[in-house]
């Protein structure tokens, strides 16, 4: 079993809906959770992040973390075609040292 | 705020020759991460440092790769000699702190190896 799992997609929504983007992994005693948005041929760039259970919202972006079902989301509302992109999942996981393990990331593409 | 820099960002050698990557973090980060991205995956952490001292290196392949942070500041990670296996992007990135910090990502060495 993989530490994160995404779905790869390729995931489409039309322009202003939302997407969703899910991800579960396995350890835990994981603490921290981040996304991060890669364009083709460029580095990750954080998104945002969460450590607790719940939601947390940045503009059109919130993410949700449900850590007894050991999965985490991210909702993109009114989505863009600058919304274009590979979204990681990325995990920290305590039990091995705080080590971070991404997931193989979901593409997504906005139709205009 | 500077970036976290990296250098080349590209190269292209032959199969058991060797090669060398360049890293400078973010000025005050403590932890620098090297990762290897291979075309449709995500990011592997090969080696994470706290200071000049070495966090995690288990998944690092190290018969062929090595790495180092002298004075904690800049590191490089070097592959020889490289195999056709080793084509990726090396990603370098750093955080103030370990474990749940927000990490900053580099541009990215893009290695082929032929």
């Known amino acids: 079993q993989k530490e994160v799992e995404q779905n790869s997609g390729p995931l489409s929504v039309p322009e202003g809906a939302i997407a969703s983007l899910n991800c579960t992994y396995s350890?835990?005693?994981?603490?921290?959770f981040f996304w991060y948005r890669q364009y083709s041929g460029k580095s990750p760039e954080l998104i945002m992040f969460i450590y607790s259970n719940g939601d947390k919202e940045d503009g059109r972006f919130t993410a949700q973390l449900n850590k007894a079902s050991q999965y985490v989301s991210l909702l993109i509302r009114d989505s863009q075609p600058s919304d274009s992109a590979t979204y990681l999942c990325?995990?920290?996981?305590?039990?091995?040292?705080?080590?971070?393990?991404f997931g193989t990331g979901t593409s997504l593409t906005v139709i205009p | 705020e500077a970036g976290v820099a990296q250098s080349p960002r590209y190269k292209i050698i032959e199969k058991r020759q060797s090669v060398a990557f360049w890293c400078n973090p973010i000025?005050?980060?403590?932890?620098l991460y090297w990762y290897q991205q291979i075309l449709g995956q995500g990011p592997k952490l090969l080696i994470q440092f706290q200071n000049n001292g070495v966090v995690d290196d288990s998944q690092l392949p190290k018969d062929r790769f090595s790495a180092e942070r002298l004075k904690g500041v800049d590191s490089t990670l070097k592959i020889q000699p490289a195999k056709l296996e080793d084509s990726a992007v090396y990603l370098c990135a750093s955080s103030w702190d370990i474990g749940t910090d927000t990490q900053y990502f580099g541009p990215g060495t893009r290695l082929t190896v032929l």
């Open positions: 350890d835990r005693g994981s603490q921290s």
């Open positions: 000025s005050g980060h403590a932890t």
């Open positions: 990325a995990v920290n996981e305590a039990n091995t040292g705080n080590q971070f393990y």
